[in-house]
């Protein structure tokens, strides 16, 4: 077989070198817009009228709808520096599991550049944030250029470019109007909430095109200098690496008997409504003068009675452990690792289908039993949910044990133990902090645990997540090779 030519030097250092070069490009033209946005706005009033006209009737159309405002927070979060990040990084190791180092590095330069422009220019203009008369959202620093429309566009263009390859081709103008779509929807969203004028979003979303087609090109040049074919930019960046960055193969079927389970787990979840609703019932009203009935009137008094500021601040972190924010990152990272590694999406499914399950039956049962707080300090204050069942308890109790399932089989090594201990030490903070914090009565996490076992017991009876390893599936990264995941990066440099 005729090997791919081998380029002179080093691939990966010029690479880096022509990103850098774009970069510093990148970071005179925006002093240069900066300079001249100083300029203007000493100078000629119809730009600051429009900017602070246009932000000022926006916060005073939205401050009143607080279910609008909390839609335009959940969408601007997505272009926040750390949800950025998180989703570049899950993708980078993806990648490194699939033996796709090159990809792996693109994104690598392509996000740090970003991380370095915004900054940098914020310093350099030095805009102050807009004057509004209801402050919707919270941010520091500069105004100019927006960091979340910027740091959207780079993050989410460069991951589309990066698994369109994947996308059918059908489907592949729609999958970038849809990225388009959010792009805008998060530059929006800043001007919406108060946070940014009109000439900030604007440019983010040029600098960020910019700086996303100055990377797409270089990496085009290091394809051509290794001998690859260099194609349509809507093709993705290496087409042929289609097979790797799909998350899984086609399967005929997900679960052998789709009605069946479907009926299965529909039935399941009205019985399980139903025991959860009686059990709710009867701590509520019949439980006065049994043993339950008393833990639940003494167990909070004894920790309003015993607590400290030292405590506080410790349940204070427990307790954020099965926020609605964690309990969504933990799963919203683990999904596409357990993708890269295993290729098949019933154990996807399953995660999803269990805290789907849960939310719906903790929103239900905590709707119609109604149960008050106990009658010490809530130190979280009102909850918009009654007491029974703990939602914390609940979402965390069924993430880890649903997560412990999959991974304990799926490998040998000692850190399987981890995702057991997690599923049993995490649940146990979290209960013991939500009593703490006199939010919830024993009852309540009992409730929680009887909610946890029947749903989850019921998933994995239907869905038999892990029929994959019976049916020989192999990972696409074999447990010994993780400690080899840096020397990817390495080899993406190499000829080869």
Same mark, same amino acid.
């Given at each position: 077989m005729?090997k ?8 990966l ?5 022509? !990103?850098?070069? *774009?970069l ?32 000022v $009737? ?29 989703? =570049?990084?899950?993708a980078?190791?993806?990648l490194?599991?699939r ?5 792996a ?6 996000g740090?550049g970003?991380?370095?422009i ?5 310093l350099?203009?030095g805009?102050?944030? @807009? ?7 919270g941010?520091s ?6 960091g ?7 993050t989410?263009g ?5 698994f ?10 729609p999958?970038?109007?849809l990225?388009?779509?959010?792009? =805008?929807?998060?530059g ?7 946070a940014?004028?009109? !000439?900030?979003?604007v440019a ?8 996303l087609v100055?990377t ?15 194609g ?7 087409? #042929?690496a289609?097979?790797?960055? +799909?998350?899984? @193969? ?5 679960? #052998? ?9 529909? =039935? ?11 059990f *709710?019932?009867l ?16 167990? @909070?008094?004894?920790f309003?009675?015993?607590?400290t ?5 410790v349940?204070w972190? $427990? ?10 990152l ?9 993708l ?6 019933r ?9 789907l *399950?849960?939310l +719906?039956?903790?929103?239900? +049962? ?7 707080r ?11 949910? !009654?007491?029974?069942? +703990? ?6 109790l069924?993430?880890?044990v649903?997560i $412990?399932?999959l991974?304990f089989?799926?490998t040998d ?19 013991a902090?939500?009593l ?61």
């Amino acid at each position: 077989m005729e090997k791919e030519p081998r380029a002179p030097g080093r691939p990966l250092g010029r690479f880096a070198e022509r !990103s850098l070069a *774009g970069l510093i490009v990148l970071l005179a033209c925006g002093t240069g817009a900066g300079t001249l946005l100083l300029l203007v706005r000493g100078e000629w009033g119809p730009l600051h009228d429009l900017d602070h006209g246009v932000v000022v $009737a926006l916060n005073a159309l939205v401050a009143d709808n607080d279910v609008l405002v909390t839609v335009l927070n959940f969408i601007t979060d997505l272009g926040a520096r750390l949800v950025l990040t998180c989703v =570049t990084a899950v993708a980078v190791v993806t990648l490194l599991i699939r033996r796709q180092g090159r990809l792996a590095v693109y994104l690598i330069v392509t996000g740090l550049g970003s991380l370095a422009i915004g900054p940098v220019l914020k310093l350099l203009v030095g805009r102050l944030r @807009p004057v509004v008369e209801v402050p919707l959202t919270g941010f520091s620093g500069n105004s100019f250029p927006s960091g979340h429309a910027l740091g959207a566009t780079v993050t989410y263009g460069s991951l589309l470019l990066v698994f369109l390859p994947a996308i059918a081709p059908r489907w592949r103008k729609p999958a970038i109007a849809l990225v388009a779509l959010l792009v =805008t929807a998060i530059g929006l969203t800043r001007i919406l909430l108060g946070a940014h004028f009109v !000439s900030d979003v604007v440019a983010g979303w040029l600098l960020g095109v910019a700086w996303l087609v100055i990377t797409a090109y270089a990496f085009r040049l290091w394809r051509r200098e290794r001998g690859r074919p260099v194609g349509e930019l809507t093709d993705g960046l290496e087409p #042929e690496a289609a097979p790797e960055v +799909s998350p899984a @193969p086609d399967e005929e079927r997900m679960l #052998e008997h789709p009605r069946a389970a479907i009926a299965e787990l529909a =039935t399941g979840w009205v019985l399980i409504a139903g025991v959860l609703f009686g059990f *709710g019932l009867l701590v509520t009203d019949y439980a006065d003068g049994t043993f339950l009935g008393l833990l639940d009137r003494e167990v @909070p008094l004894w920790f309003a009675a015993n607590g400290t500021p030292f405590w506080d601040d410790v349940s204070w972190w $427990a307790s954020k452990i099965g926020d609605t924010g964690s309990i969504m990152l933990v799963g919203v990272l683990f999904c596409p690792l357990l993708l890269a590694v295993w290729r098949r999406w019933r154990p996807v499914f399953f995660l999803v289908a269990t805290m789907l *399950g849960e939310l +719906s039956l903790f929103l239900l +049962s905590t709707r119609t039993v109604g149960r008050h707080r106990p009658p010490v300090e809530n130190l979280d204050g009102a909850m918009p949910t !009654s007491s029974f069942p +703990s939602g914390h308890v609940a979402a965390t109790l069924c993430l880890y044990v649903a997560i $412990a399932i999959l991974v304990f089989p799926r490998t040998d090594r000692w850190w399987r133990w981890i995702s057991v201990l997690a599923a049993v030490l995490l649940p146990l903070a979290v209960a013991a902090s939500r009593l703490y914090r006199g939010m919830h009565h024993p009852a309540d996490v009992i409730g929680s645990i009887l909610l946890t076992l029947l749903w989850v017991g019921l998933l994995y009876w239907v869905v038999r997540p892990n029929a994959d390893l019976d049916q020989g599936n192999r990972p696409a990264l074999e447990s010994e090779e993780v400690g080899r995941l840096d020397d990817e990066l390495i080899e993406a440099g190499r000829a080869g």
